[in-house]
């Protein structure tokens, strides 16, 4: 874009001719005021107006105006409305009433199509003056813009955004009604903790009293006989003191001989009780021995509890995401005995599915890609669940065996590599950074173990006493939190990784396996007959989403977050069914 002022000095080539009676399409605007009616050859951006050769020159020269953005021949606007009076010096073009951006006192007047910027003037002049910017004058280009196809894309962009940010506004609304509502949940969970407490501390207390009261009356028992006996035996000696006295005062010997030797019995007989009644027995200090475990619990402890807090996020309709059947892996082999029962997955890389048949005592390596079996484990007993341990390590549980099986998986071979004794009969095992979490029956309870056996946390009972598990299954695992799925509970149960429960999720029927996401979801199998279906369960067990429904039974699953791509087993006790395992992509 040229521009006329100080930095460059256009020549114009044609002559000035003047005439009233001459027409042109774009006029010298101050000549015309005098009825003078001169082609224009420029126009400047201050004075808003078409100037002729002759008034350009004036205008570069005069003090007032040198200063003024001119816009050359090409440049200028190529339209002009011609006033029948004076104007007003300061009145804008049109509706050009909004303030520049970065020039407050400007008013914007023109549209730069390479930055897509509106400008001012000033702006004109200070960073759109190369030849490579294209400057228009808007009133000169606004004309097309009623009605037009960008007036239409704008206003549906704004109906979208207004409505993007009304669903948000109310997701917002109904988060801090969520938020407020956790709130007197914790409230009335402390309450209802101090409740508690307070009623078995009242137990206590009643027990000890109770336990105090039965001591004291044994020792007001005893207390009371030893004091009847002192009494009768002063009675007694009492009496015969006073004989004694009035029979020797009256000098009556022979009686006085027999009451002598009859006192002398008495007194005989009477020392036998002496040692009793002196014995510290007869009379008991009480002292109370608090119990050491309860005091140290209220020295320690320095709450009921910790409140914590979880940021929400907006509710996500998990149902949006499109899960699509990609076809079923074959996962019988000619050396199999029986149905296929899978009933552990896991992925170690993005092209290999381990499997554990419980049917066929193996475990399984596939080529995900292929749908192929690469590799396979016979092993003693009957296998549950599998976990990657390594890039190079998989761990079994055989419950039956309580022991847990390690496995390397190289050059597509499986082998054995040593076992680890457990407590009790083990099922579901997910293995978080080294540390093995394993899920037992019979007592139900989970165990977080390192790689070499020792038991790091064993978690059965929660603090008010009560057992958490009743028949657990399957176990995943995030950096803050444990899920294990119980069959009898009916229940997704969330923890911390101290034990504590943290959530549970009840809407269920026959909870099965397990999967965890990359969001920090967890899918969940349902096998039940009227479920038969795959839900996904937010981090904070808060509500479930079905993904998919309608399945043969689906039990336990596999989730590899590489390819986004579900695995399920089934368990109907069909081999046309549980022989498969159905391959499903997120998308």
């Not at 004109?124 to 294209?134: F, G, M, N, P, W």
């Not at 009371?224 to 006996?229: D, F, G, S, Y």
Request: glycine share 4%; charged share 25%.
């Amino acid at each position: 874009m040229a521009l006329f002022g100080r930095t460059a000095s256009p020549k114009f080539v044609s002559s000035m001719s003047r005439g009233s009676g001459e027409d042109f399409e774009i006029f010298c605007q101050p000549c015309d005021r005098d009825n003078i009616r001169l082609p224009a050859f420029a126009f400047c951006v201050d004075c808003e107006e078409h100037l002729c050769e002759y008034c350009l020159n004036h205008h570069k020269r005069a003090k007032p105006s040198r200063q003024h953005t001119l816009l050359d021949k090409q440049n200028m606007p190529q339209s002009l409305q011609v006033s029948t009076s004076q104007p007003d010096p300061h009145a804008l073009p049109g509706d050009l009433t909004k303030p520049c951006y970065t020039h407050k006192k400007e008013m914007i007047k023109f549209y730069c199509h390479d930055h897509n910027a509106l400008l001012c003037s000033v702006c004109v002049t200070l960073k759109h003056q190369s030849t490579a910017c294209r400057v228009d004058y808007i009133p000169d280009i606004s004309g097309y813009i009623v009605n037009s196809n960008e007036y239409r894309r704008i206003i549906k962009e704004i109906d979208t955004m207004t409505g993007i940010f009304q669903d948000t506004a109310g997701g917002l609304k109904k988060m801090t009604e969520k938020s407020n509502a956790s709130l007197t949940d914790a409230l009335a969970e402390i309450k209802k903790l101090r409740k508690e407490i307070n009623q078995r501390l009242d137990a206590m207390e009643n027990e000890a009293e109770n336990e105090a009261r039965s001591l004291k009356k044994d020792n007001d028992q005893r207390l009371k006989t030893a004091q009847a006996t002192c009494d009768d035996v002063i009675k007694d000696l009492q009496e015969s003191s006073d004989n004694i006295k009035q029979l020797n005062t009256s000098k009556q010997a022979d009686r006085l001989f027999v009451e002598l030797k009859a006192t002398e019995q008495l007194i005989h007989e009477n020392k036998k009780y002496m040692p009793h009644l002196m014995t510290v027995e007869n009379v008991e200090e009480y002292h109370f021995k608090p119990n050491l475990d309860i005091s140290a619990l209220f020295e320690n402890e320095k709450s009921l509890g910790t409140l914590t807090t979880k940021a929400l996020k907006p509710p996500v309709n998990v149902s949006v995401k499109q899960y699509s059947h990609q076809g079923e892996i074959c996962v019988s082999t000619s050396q199999d005995k029986g149905t296929c029962f899978i009933t552990g997955m896991t992925v170690p890389t993005s092209d290999i599915l381990i499997v554990a048949d419980y049917g066929n005592f193996s475990i399984k390596m596939i080529d995900s890609k292929s749908y192929s079996i690469i590799g396979l484990l016979k092993l003693d007993r009957s296998p549950w669940d599998v976990t990657t341990v390594s890039e190079d390590k998989l761990a079994v549980t055989t419950p039956y065996s309580k022991e847990i099986q390690f496995v390397s998986f190289k050059s597509n071979r499986l082998k054995r590599k040593g076992t680890i004794k457990v407590e009790g009969t083990c099922y579901g095992i997910y293995c978080y950074k080294e540390q093995l979490i394993v899920l037992f029956k019979s007592p139900a309870k989970l165990q977080i173990i390192d790689l070499k056996g020792k038991v790091l946390k064993s978690v059965t009972k929660n603090i008010l006493g009560v057992d958490i598990f009743s028949n657990p299954g399957y176990v995943t695992a995030s950096s803050s939190s444990i899920y294990v799925s119980d069959r009898e509970k009916k229940a997704v149960i969330q923890l911390n990784w101290q034990g504590d429960v943290t959530g549970v999720y009840r809407v269920l029927r026959a909870p099965a396996g397990l999967a965890m996401l990359a969001d920090g979801s967890v899918f969940l199998s349902d096998y039940h007959d009227k479920s038969c279906s795959i839900k996904n369960i937010p981090g904070d067990c808060t509500r479930g989403e079905v993904v998919l429904k309608d399945l043969r039974k689906p039990f336990a699953i596999c989730w590899c977050e590489a390819n986004k791509t579900l695995y399920i087993s089934s368990f109907t006790q069909y081999a046309s069914a549980d022989n498969f395992v159905s391959v499903y992509k997120m998308s």
